[in-house]
């Protein structure tokens, strides 16, 4: 089965950086869909931003313009360049991948991101 890793998220201030990335244990991303999922203490879980085997990609709303989802298939990797930082956007954030021909889910643990001054 696929495992997935989450690294990259820490604390930095308002306006600053973070690239997230979601490693998998195998050659999953190439036929399946990957988002980026986040979710701060009291609120619904959100999708953040997706990317497709093809290099489709949707974003939230309250990221477009400041996110950036990308996908490195040699590393079995899927990147979230984070820019712009805003305190509305601490939260745990989760990479979720589906493949396209299963039922399979996958779920990594998630990385913390905390944007604070």
């Known amino acids: 089965q696929v495992q997935l890793v989450e690294s990259g998220g820490g604390l930095v201030q308002p306006g600053g950086s973070l690239r997230l990335s979601c490693a998998a244990s195998g050659s999953i991303f190439s036929s399946a869909v990957t988002g980026w999922y986040r979710q701060a203490p009291g609120k619904q879980r959100e999708l953040v931003a997706s990317?497709?085997?093809?290099?489709?990609?949707h974003y939230a709303d309250s990221v477009k313009g400041r996110f950036t989802i990308s996908m490195d298939n040699a590393k079995n990797t899927v990147f979230l360049q984070m820019n712009s930082l805003k305190p509305d956007d601490t939260a745990v954030y989760t990479c979720n991948v589906q493949p396209y021909f299963s039922r399979a889910d996958y779920w990594g643990q998630g990385t913390q991101v905390t944007v604070s001054s």
């Open positions: 990317i497709g085997s093809h290099g489709s990609t």
